[in-house]
């Protein structure tokens, strides 16, 4: 039966990604798309996940996939309505970067997308541009990498410019080309064993005995990186509380830190909880930690966290980090606010939502915070300043202006916990996906002189 004789029929799978790609674009969280375009459908989680693959995959790529649908374009300047547009997106993102959708479907559930969605003459042009692109791959011409290294970059792995240019200039191209397509690559899953409740080797175990393949931490011996999809086993060690979801790299500012049993420590932006549960489990449950966070409903979710894993020491405190009055503490790790531009490969909407403003506006913020943080500190005691980005403004320059402004504080050397290729030659440690295998991350260990 041909596709005009059935213009109503359509994948509710893609229908519903369509629905959240269009969300995103608007503006929305890709989770917050995603959890929107699934209310009242009962699909399958092997549904889902297919889902999520289109939803994430298609806009991570949302430049290169319109700058490769131009050239089939009749008028390649006309801004497309927004179904049209990103039927074609999600269309061409099948076509390109998925290797178990054949292209005739591809183009078949496309053209259904843009009957139910759209109207007739948009479906005939879904079906002539997706045709003529299997057909002429080779119209297709991207900027010379050697002349114009910015219009390649961005076209091609798909970013946007002020990123690009900016790690041109802290990397160059050669290693900028390499991180850029690691962030395009899918994630694995890293559990963080909970040794409260299991051992390293008891989740290796159960891993290897229902051959799930995995690799151990690079830098943490309580992180194993699993190289499946999903969230396999997730009964017998997530639900039991034996294992937490968590990069490595998240990990790294708590084994600077270097939390001992029996001590006071704070962590002042600590919801959903992952450097708390850890820190927590490094104090082997005993002392007190005080987790502080603004977002009420996320502390909720840090507090049940916590209840899995069998941890009783953290007192959490809705509040703002500027509002709180208790302390001084041993140990205080402060996670600010930050661009995120490390986990960019885990968050599909940040390379698009993200801007040289939203940078400055950050940066404003973390030098507020990381001045009312030192003032939480003990004479002798040490903080952690850590983000999830890779941007120097956000991370060194931060840091370094609080020295000059505050001379109580030194920086220690992150070569007492790590080997020297993660250590600057600063002494903070930065990682970055594509050369570590981990997200991009920056910490810094600065004591409190003992006196002061």
């Known amino acids: 039966m041909s596709t005009e004789a059935t213009p109503h029929k359509f994948d509710p799978v893609r229908a519903a990604a369509l629905d959240a790609i269009i ?40 430049r290169r996939l319109d700058y490769e649908i131009k050239f089939y374009l009749a008028k390649p300047s006309k801004k497309q309505p927004p179904h049209l547009a990103n039927i074609l997106r999600l269309g061409f993102y099948q076509l390109l970067f998925t290797d178990k959708i054949p292209e005739a479907a591809a183009v078949s559930e496309s053209v259904n997308l843009a009957h139910r969605f759209a109207d007739p003459s948009q479906a005939k042009l879904v079906n002539a541009v997706m045709r003529t692109r299997l057909r002429e791959p080779h119209k297709v011409i991207f900027p010379d990498k050697t002349t114009e290294p910015v219009r390649y970059l961005t076209n091609y792995y798909s970013y946007p410019d002020h990123f690009v240019e900016y790690c041109l200039k802290e990397f160059g191209v050669e290693k900028t080309e390499i991180l850029l397509a690691s962030y395009n690559k899918p994630r694995r899953v890293t559990y963080r064993v909970n040794t409260l409740n299991a051992s390293v080797e008891d989740v290796i175990n159960l891993l290897t005995k229902n051959n799930i393949p995995f690799s151990k931490g690079l830098y943490l011996p309580e992180f194993i990186h699993v190289d499946s999809a999903g969230l396999p086993l997730e009964r ?3 639900q039991s509380g034996k294992v937490y979801v968590q990069d490595e790299s998240a990990g790294l500012p708590v084994r600077m830190l270097n939390p001992k049993p029996g001590s006071e420590v704070a962590d002042l932006t600590a919801a959903p909880g992952g450097k708390t549960t850890y820190i927590a489990m490094k104090m082997h449950n005993q002392g007190r930690l005080t987790a502080i966070d603004k977002s009420r409903n996320r502390l909720e979710i840090l507090v049940e966290n916590a209840r899995r894993l069998g941890i009783t020491i953290i007192s959490p405190v809705a509040c703002d980090m500027a509002d709180f009055h208790g302390g001084p503490f041993d140990r205080v790790l402060l ?23 939203d940078m400055d506006t950050l940066t404003k913020i973390q030098t507020k915070m990381i001045d009312r943080a030192a003032k939480l500190v003990k004479p002798g005691g040490v903080m ?16 370094e202006e609080f020295l000059v402004r505050n001379d109580k504080f030194e920086v220690e050397s992150a070569e007492q916990y790590f080997p020297k290729e993660l250590v600057s030659s600063r ?7 594509g050369f570590d295998n981990l997200d991009g991350a920056f910490c810094a260990r600065l004591r409190r002189k003992p006196h002061s």
Not at 427 to 433: A, I, M, N, Q, R
């Open 335 to 357: 996670d600010p606010p930050c661009t995120g531009w490390g986990t960019a490969a885990k968050h599909a909407d940040l390379r698009w939502a993200k801007s040289t403003e």
């Open 427 to 433: 002494g903070f440690v930065k990682t970055y996906p």
């Open 384 to 399: 952690v300043y850590s983000t999830c980005t890779i941007t120097r403004a956000e991370n060194d320059q931060v840091v």
């Open 236 to 238: 017998e060690l997530l």
């Open 23 to 62: 969300r995103i674009e608007q503006g929305a969280d890709t989770g917050d798309a995603i959890t929107d375009a699934l209310k009242d459908k009962n699909l399958r989680p092997l549904d889902i996940r297919f889902l999520m693959q289109l939803v994430n995959g298609t806009t991570k790529m949302r």
